[in-house]
C-alpha cells in the first residue's frame, strides 16, 4: 500500500513537471523556438563536422533578448501591440547580431567577450525587469532564480546520467550504438530540456494571475538552504575575509601595490559576498543580522583597496581589458557596498541595473573595455619610445640600451 502510494506521488509529480514544461514552452515560445533550432544545429554539427558557430551564438544571444522581450511583455505589456513589440524589438536586435557576425570572418576574442557581456546584462535584466515597482524585490527573485538552476542542472544530470547508462548497457549487451549517441543525448538534455526546466520554475512574478502560494514557494528557503548560507558560508566567508585582510595589511606594509597574488583573491572574495548578500537578504537570524551589518563595510573598504590597486597597475603598464574589467568592478562593488550600507531596509534595485549599466559601457566602441585598453597601451608604447629617444620622422629608430620595464612596456 506504502509503495503504491509513493509510485502515485512519484508519477503525480512527474506529470506536474511535465505540465509546468510544457506551459514554459508557451510562455517563452521565441526562447523554446531558438532552444530548439540550436538543438537541431547541433544534431547537423554532430553528423556532419559542419561549423555553425555564428548561428548558434546568435541563438543564443537571441534566446536571451526574447527572456527580457517576455519579462517586458508580462510587466508592461497592458495590450497585445505592447507584447508585439518587445517581440519585434528583440527579434531586430538578433538580426542585428547576425547581421554583424556574418561580417567578420571569425568570432575572436574580443567578440566573444563583448557577447559574454551582453548576456550577462541580459540575464540580470531578466531577474531586475518583475521587480520594478512590485512587491516581490530583485533579491527574491534571484533566489528563485538560483534555486531553480539547480534543481533544474541536478534533474537533468541525473537524466543524463540515466540515459547514457542505458545507451552504456545497450552497447555492451545487445547491440552496437554509434558514438554520436552520447553527444545527442548531451546536446538535447542539456542544450533543450534543462533551460526549459529552468525556465518551468520559474512563475511569472509580474502577472495578477499568478498564483501568490506558488510565488510564495518559489521565493521561500528550504531548510537545507538556509543552515547552509547562515551557519556554513558565513563563517567561511568570514575565515576568508580575516586572512584577506592580514594579507593586504602585509602587502600596503610592505609597499608592494603590485601583488598579483591578491587579485584573484579579492576579485572572488567581492563576488562571493554580493552573491552572499542577495541570497540572505531575507533571512532573519542572528548570523545573517551580523552579515548585513558588518559586510558592506568590508566589501567596500576592499573593493576600494583593489581600485587603487589596479589603478596604480594601469599608471605604471597601462590599461588591458582584462584590468579594464577589474577597476570596473572594483568600483561596482564600492558603490554597493556603500548603498547597502547607508540603505539597508531599502530594496536597492540599484545593484541590478547598475550591474547592466556597467556592463553595457563595457561593450561600447569608445568607453569600452577594448577601445579604452588599446587607446591606453598605444599611449604607454608612444610615451615609452619618446622617452627613450626612439621616434624619429614618424619612424622607430632601435635601441640597445633601454630598462627591462620599458622593453616590456614596448612589446
Keep these: ?33 531558438c532552444l530548439l533550432t540550436i538543438t537541431t544545429l547541433d544534431i547537423i554539427s554532430i553528423e556532419s563536422q559542419h561549423d555553425f558557430e555564428k548561428q548558434i551564438m546568435t541563438l543564443v544571444v537571441g534566446s536571451f533578448c526574447f527572456l527580457c522581450a517576455q519579462g517586458l511583455s508580462e510587466r508592461f505589456g497592458k495590450t497585445f501591440l505592447l507584447k508585439c513589440i518587445f517581440h519585434a524589438a528583440a527579434a531586430l536586435v538578433l538580426t542585428a547580431y547576425y547581421a554583424y557576425v556574418l561580417s567578420i570572418n571569425s568570432i575572436n576574442d574580443v567578440i566573444g567577450v563583448k557577447t559574454v557581456v551582453g548576456i550577462f ?3 540580470i535584466a531578466f531577474i531586475w525587469i518583475p521587480s520594478i515597482r512590485r512587491s516581490t524585490d530583485f533579491y527574491s527573485i534571484f533566489l528563485c532564480v538560483f534555486k531553480s538552476f539547480f ?13 547514457s547508462a542505458i545507451i552504456a548497457a545497450i552497447n555492451a549487451l545487445l547491440l552496437p550504438v554509434s558514438s554520436h549517441a552520447y553527444a545527442h543525448t548531451a546536446n538535447i538534455v542539456w542544450v533543450l530540456w534543462a533551460p526549459m526546466l529552468f525556465l518551468s520554475l520559474i512563475p511569472a512574478f509580474s502577472l495578477y494571475n499568478e498564483t501568490p502560494e506558488k510565488i510564495k514557494k518559489s521565493i521561500g528557503y528550504p531548510h537545507f538552504l538556509e543552515v547552509l548560507l547562515s ?16 594579507y593586504m595589511g602585509k602587502t600596503i606594509y610592505l609597499g608592494n601595490w603590485n601583488d598579483n597574488l591578491l587579485e584573484p583573491l579579492i576579485l572572488t572574495y567581492l563576488i562571493a559576498v554580493l552573491l552572499l548578500y542577495v541570497l540572505v537578504k531575507h533571512i532573519d537570524n542572528i548570523s545573517t543580522r551580523l552579515f548585513r551589518k558588518i559586510f558592506p563595510v568590508l566589501l567596500a573598504a576592499i573593493a576600494l583597496y583593489q581600485t587603487i590597486s589596479s589603478i596604480v597597475k594601469a599608471f605604471d603598464e597601462g590599461i588591458v581589458f582584462t584590468r579594464y574589467f577589474v577597476i570596473l568592478f572594483s568600483l561596482y562593488s564600492l558603490v554597493c557596498g556603500i548603498l547597502l550600507f547607508l540603505f539597508p531596509k531599502k530594496k536597492n534595485d540599484v545593484i541590478a541595473w547598475l550591474a547592466i549599466l556597467l556592463a553595457l559601457v563595457s561593450i561600447t566602441p569608445y568607453m569600452g573595455a577594448f577601445g579604452v585598453s588599446s587607446a591606453s597601451q598605444s599611449a604607454i608604447v608612444e610615451n615609452t619610445l619618446e622617452k627613450n629617444g626612439m621616434l624619429q620622422n614618424g619612424g622607430i629608430i632601435p635601441k640597445s640600451d633601454v630598462s627591462d620595464q620599458d622593453k616590456k612596456n614596448i612589446s
Design 1 to 33: 500500500m506504502i509503495e503504491r502510494l509513493v509510485r502515485m506521488k512519484l508519477f503525480a509529480y512527474a506529470l506536474d513537471k511535465f505540465g509546468g514544461i510544457s506551459k514554459a514552452i508557451l510562455r517563452f515560445w521565441a526562447v523554446f523556438l
Design 151 to 163: 534543481i533544474s542542472a541536478f534533474f537533468s544530470g541525473i537524466i543524463f546520467g540515466g540515459i
Design 121 to 123: 546584462a541580459l540575464f
Design 231 to 246: 551557519y556554513v558560508l558565513i563563517p567561511l566567508i568570514s575565515i576568508y575575509t580575516l586572512v584577506l585582510l592580514l
